[in-house]
């Protein structure tokens, strides 16, 4: 069975500053591992995701993602946080063949403080 | 420009009384979805859709029915409403599902506000 969690439901960081978003997430097969993004009254869009290629994934707005086996984790970065990235960020998991399924994690909010 | 256009946007309905938001993708994509967004559970998958005529259920199907006629449209049904189901409703669609996998990007609607009283 696969899964997700995302580590904290609300994290603040000051302008300027580092963004870290933690998922973790347990998977029977090779994971196809995803961050969106759902900005207020907006559906999620993509920000990046892994697919076993490289490991080490550059999305869109300036984020990346590491995917680190060994440590069932796909966290996600930005080195400068910008007013705009205050959002609502979800880590999802492609399910086992023939599941059809996307499991998301319960989502992180993201403040940005000025 | 590419969507998925969900109506309505949002609503104020009463228990027992059926209704339709109905979900439009010009992606020309095969797969569709419904989700459900509540407070800490993120989102949960209600039903899918694999094909025209081809749907099944998914994590939360319950007091909800959904209808695959042609391949732009999936309306999502409410028989008879209940105040649970009271929630933020998405629809997505995506092309890139292999062997039964995602394998590429869910493209959202702009969600549906259902308040049932």
């Known amino acids: 069975a696969q899964s997700v969690t995302q580590l904290g439901s609300h994290v603040s960081v000051s302008e300027g500053a580092l963004v870290l978003l933690r998922c973790n997430y347990s998977?029977?097969?090779?994971?196809?591992l995803f961050w969106y993004v759902q900005y207020p009254n907006q559906g999620l869009q993509l920000l990046l995701k892994?697919?076993?290629?490289?490991?080490l994934v550059k999305g869109i707005n300036g984020f990346e993602a590491e995917f680190k086996k060994s440590e069932t984790s796909f966290h996600l970065t930005k080195p400068s946080a910008h007013m705009r990235d205050a959002a609502e960020y979800f880590c999802?998991?492609?399910?086992?063949?023939?599941?059809?399924?996307?499991?998301f994690g319960t989502g992180t909010r993201l403040k940005v403080l000025a | 420009e590419a969507q998925v256009t969900q109506n309505p946007r949002y609503l104020i309905t009463v228990t027992g009384k059926k209704l339709t938001v109905t979900c439009s993708q010009n992606m020309n994509h095969e797969y569709m979805s419904w989700y459900r967004q509540d407070p800490g559970l993120g989102l949960r998958q209600i039903y899918y859709s694999m094909n025209v005529e081809v749907t099944d259920k998914g994590d939360v199907p319950e007091g909800y029915k959904v209808s695959r006629k042609e391949k732009r449209n999936f309306p999502l049904i409410l028989e008879s409403p209940s105040p649970n189901q009271t929630s933020l409703y998405f629809c997505?669609?995506?092309?890139?599902?292999?062997?039964?996998?995602?394998?590429?990007?869910?493209?959202f609607g702009e969600g549906s506000r259902l308040t049932v009283l």
């Open positions: 998977s029977s097969v090779p994971p196809y």
């Open positions: 892994y697919t076993s290629a490289a490991t």
């Open positions: 997505a669609s995506s092309t890139a599902v292999v062997s039964g996998r995602y394998t590429g990007e869910l493209f």
């Open positions: 999802a998991v492609s399910g086992a063949s023939g599941t059809y399924k996307y499991i």
